[in-house]
């Protein structure tokens, strides 16, 4: 079974076998935003066996009429608040939002290969 992804409109391959070595890059770093739906609230939630109310005032941020997830800061980088340096894996995988689902094939990399490039060691457009 090939490892390598590609994706309609993206002229990049991604090698999902890069994923187990290079520490979450995709989950840590520069300070964003990983937008969650509410069904994708209600996954999580789900999956923790946790109140709603309590995950959203444990684990959300609101910004503007959107919710993101929360961020930890570890030295310099802002990681993901389900991303887990020690097993270097995501804790909510099963119900990891869409938008986590999808990376590295987002509109914004379409004309940034470079930039991604830098963040994930799976790229290739050779």
């Known amino acids: ?26 989950c840590t770093g520069e300070s964003g935003n990983i937008f969650v739906s509410l069904s994708e609230i209600k996954a999580i939630v789900s999956l923790l066996d946790i109140d709603e109310n309590s995950f959203r005032e444990q684990h959300l941020v609101k910004k503007g009429y959107k919710y993101s997830l929360q961020e930890k800061i570890v030295g310099n980088s802002h990681d993901c608040i389900f991303y ?4 270097n894996g995501c804790t909510i ?34």
């Open 1 to 26: 079974m090939s490892t390598l992804i590609t994706q309609d409109g993206f002229n990049f391959t991604f090698d999902t076998t890069a994923c187990n070595t290079c520490e979450g890059k995709c």
């Open 93 to 126: 995988y099963q119900a990891r939002p869409q938008q986590c689902q999808t990376f590295p094939f987002w509109d914004y990399f379409k004309n940034n290969i470079e930039e991604l490039k830098e963040e994930c060691p799976g790229i290739s457009n050779d």
């Open 84 to 87: 887990s340096r020690e097993s």
